[in-house]
């Protein structure tokens, strides 16, 4: 088998390949580090490539794998860059945190470990995951893989980009407002954001902790449950998880969705909605007519709040958050003639100007005076938000919506205007706010070539409703997505 095929398994073909011995670990991470080597001066989906730790674990690897052994023994996977893995650089794609090393692992990353994958690189990111195109990174922009004059989508941007382009088999991400399903939607492949408090957000860097969420991306939907398995379920260094039992989600991948009801929010097919990804999500909705759901429209009456909720409780969040970076503790510091001064200076120089924004935003937000006037209005909006879900969990076992009004935008595009940019997570903000999961997969890709993802909503902790429905409407498209990138 050449080299190339090995970047375009899926986790589970990869793992059969290697338990039986038709390929070695060494082998796979190889294929996959020459891949970085030669597509990734372009895509540039990465902060860090581990070449030579992620060598050392493949041999690892190799010693026990058996028939028997997890799926994911030996399988390259990239990780955001502000999730901590113990020993290596965890930047968030801040110059304030520039030389920063993470002294531990995260939760997610100690279970995932003792599956014993391979940790392949950091990816890139908007600033503290503040963005929807990774252009927010002071390491340059992650590009499309499909498309190297757009974006990758954001802020999970270089995770998505990495398993889109053959750099890893699967990937991590942060989803606070739409990081993992919009960057999924922009590059073609699948994301997932759990419900809150299902998957541990310990060793996560914060940024709105009543909204971020650890997310994951794979080729498959079957891939991604598999990832997300090992992950899921409470932790007692997140008392925001709740010790609800994890479901064998493989159980639940089944060819048809015979008995599902589907409802689809009119308010999600608005203004501004591409008529290209309207077709494609148009024609993924009769999909699952086909495919034996009963599908209807229905109504999220106040998802019109959900933008402006999220534009205010999440900088409120981010400005508390940030405060620890304060030229003392951590990373930056640029002394000063007083204490004031450090801070001042090491803020100043540290933060990129969306962090800065969304600090004053935030600050402003949640002053004495105005904290009636937004803070407490926009979490009264979050109330109703949440209820309107609820109810309509009562009838529906998914919603279907698109993940993104439109597909990957071009670099620059939107960069000078945040308002326009904020848009673009009209679709997915909406979750975080409720805390209900969501999934984009892959539903059609545009006459210029760009990937279009579907968006499934399901009750909170019912993350198999997404996948039952994801890996249904996967195998039934079938569609077979590649990026032209020089090989
Ligand atoms: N694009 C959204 C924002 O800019 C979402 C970010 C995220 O989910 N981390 O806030």
């Known amino acids: 088998m050449n080299k190339m095929n090995l970047n375009e398994l899926t986790v589970k073909e990869a793992a059969r390949k290697l338990q039986s011995k ?40 190799d010693k026990i794998i058996t028939d028997n052994i997890s799926p994911l023994t030996g399988i390259p996977y990239a990780v955001k860059d502000n999730i901590l893995v113990k020993g ?35 990816t890139n990111l908007d600033e503290f995951a503040m963005g929807g195109s990774t252009e927010n990174s002071p390491y340059g922009v992650t590009k499309n893989p499909y498309d190297l004059t757009r974006v990758s989508g954001g802020s999970s941007g270089g995770s998505a980009a990495a398993v889109a382009a053959g750099e890893a088999l699967f990937a991590f991400g942060t989803d606070t407002g739409g990081s993992v399903r919009q960057p999924a939607s922009f590059c073609g492949v699948v994301g997932l954001k759990p419900t809150y408090g299902r998957v541990s957000r310990y060793g996560l860097m914060a940024m709105g902790s009543s909204l971020d969420q650890l997310g994951v991306f794979a080729r498959t939907v079957e891939d991604t449950a598999m990832v997300f398995q ?5 932790d007692e260094y997140d008392t925001t998880t709740l010790p609800k039992p994890v479901p064998e989600y493989s159980t639940f991948l089944k060819d048809d969705v015979k008995g599902m009801k589907v409802g689809v929010p ?30 209807e429209e229905m109504s999220l009456p106040h998802a019109e709040y959900s933008l402006a909720a999220y534009y205010i409780i999440m900088p409120v969040e981010v400005s508390a958050n940030l405060s620890r970076y304060d030229g003392v503790r951590y990373g930056l510091s640029i002394p000063g003639k007083s204490l004031e001064e450090t801070y001042y200076n090491s803020r100043s120089d540290g933060f990129g100007k969306e962090a800065k924004r969304r600090i004053m935003i935030g ?38 919506t698109a993940t993104a009004p439109t597909p990957a935008f071009k670099i620059g595009e939107k960069s000078a205007d945040p308002l326009s940019m904020y848009l673009a997570d009209i679709y997915t903000v909406g979750l975080n706010i409720a805390g209900v999961p969501g999934i984009s997969v892959p539903a059609g890709i545009t006459k210029a070539g760009l990937p279009v993802g579907l968006q499934i909503i399901a009750p909170h902790f019912k993350e198999e409703n997404l996948f039952w429905a994801g890996h249904a409407f996967e195998q039934s498209l079938n569609l077979k997505l590649k990026p032209q990138l020089a090989e």
Do not use: C, W
């Open 22 to 61: 038709e390929i070695s670990a060494v082998e796979l991470t190889q294929a996959h580090l020459d891949r970085i080597k030669k597509v990734d001066g372009d895509v540039h989906a990465f902060l860090y490539v581990a070449e030579k730790e992620a060598i050392a674990q493949a041999e690892e690897a």
């Open 88 to 122: 290596y650089q965890a930047t968030a794609a801040s110059k304030i945190l520039e030389n920063y090393k993470a002294t531990y692992d995260a939760t997610a990353i100690k279970r995932i470990k003792t599956s014993s994958p391979v940790m392949i690189g950091k």
């Open 230 to 234: 090992q992950v899921a379920g409470p």
């Open 266 to 295: 009119k308010e999600y097919f608005g203004e501004g909605m591409d008529p290209e990804v309207r077709e494609i999500i148009n024609n993924a909705i009769k999909k699952f007519e086909e495919l034996g759901a009963t599908v």
């Open 363 to 400: 600050t402003y937000a949640s002053s004495a005076g105005y904290f009636d006037a937004y803070y407490k209005k926009a979490k009264l909006a979050q109330d109703l938000i949440r209820h309107d879900f609820n109810e309509a969990f009562k009838k529906y076992d998914i919603l279907l």
